[in-house]
Antibody
Framework: EVQLVESGGGLVKPGESLRLSCAAS????????MNWVRQAPGKGLEWVSS????????YYLDSVKGRFTLSRDNAKNSLYLEMNNLRVEDTAVYFC????????????????WGQGTLVTVS | EIVLTQSPGTLSLSPGEGVTLSCRAS???????LAWYQQKPGQAPRLLIY???SRATGIPDRFSGSGSETDFTLTITRLEPEDFAVYYC????????FGQGTKLEIK
């Protein structure tokens, strides 16, 4: 069974930093593109960042470029999101999500999700 | 950057009815990299459709997706009580984006 467990959320002040982690199990982590998607309280979904299986390609939402850094450790089956210079508008539940199928020729959407970790910037 | 606009914002329907949700892209999604998700309160999203029209694993056949270029739809025939939720369309690829969502509520 695919499991994605996020951790590292919490309450911070504007300008401070947080590091989110996502522990993956139940699948071959090193073959999947991984993602972070966030959801502000009472709002819709917002894609934040994606990383290819071998970390060669990393993409970010424009509003987090230069502040957030996505990385992964395939040996530890873990995904990380380093968030610096946090803003009030970064307040959200952050979901770790695995692409639906292993990385291949065709792009895939996220198909398995964790339960999320809440980041509050206030 | 592709912007996805969903309509309507909210729909009030009764179980047993059918519904079609719309998602319009600001520019052509020629690769058909368009997905649909269902989200219930307090839960993570659930992938329903990918590639504009392919059902994800375990999704009932009352859910179907169609469309191309800039206009996409999600159709649910014979609404079940568990189908009342928020639905998001989603463009994926190197950059990704979500529509603002359509809330399906019980009439």
């Amino acid at each position: 069974e695919v499991q994605l467990v996020e951790s590292g959320g919490g309450l911070v002040k504007p300008g401070e930093s947080l590091r989110l982690s996502c522990a993956a199990s139940g699948f071959t982590f090193s073959t999947y593109t991984m993602n972070w998607v966030r959801q502000a309280p009472g709002k819709g979904l917002e894609w934040v960042s994606s990383i290819s299986s071998n970390s060669r390609y990393i993409y970010y939402l424009d509003s987090v470029k230069g502040r957030f850094t996505l990385s992964r450790d395939n040996a530890k089956n873990s995904l990380y999101l380093e968030m610096n210079n946090l803003r009030v508008e970064d307040t959200a539940v952050y979901f770790c999500a695995r692409d639906f199928k292993p990385q291949g020729i065709l792009a895939m959407p996220a198909g398995s999700w964790g339960q999320g970790t809440l980041v509050t910037v206030s | 950057e592709i912007v996805l606009t969903q309509s309507p914002g909210t729909l009030s329907l009764s179980p047993g009815e059918g519904v079609t949700l719309s998602c319009r892209a600001s520019q052509s999604i020629s690769t058909s990299y368009l997905a649909w998700y269902q989200q219930k309160p307090g839960q993570a999203p659930r992938l329903l459709i990918y590639g504009a029209s392919s059902r994800a694993t375990g999704i009932p056949d009352r859910f179907s997706g169609s469309g191309s270029e800039t206009d996409f739809t999600l159709t649910i025939t014979r609404l079940e009580p568990e189908d009342f939720a928020v639905y998001y369309c989603h463009h994926y690829g190197s950059s990704r984006t979500f529509g603002q969502g359509t809330k399906l509520e019980i009439k």
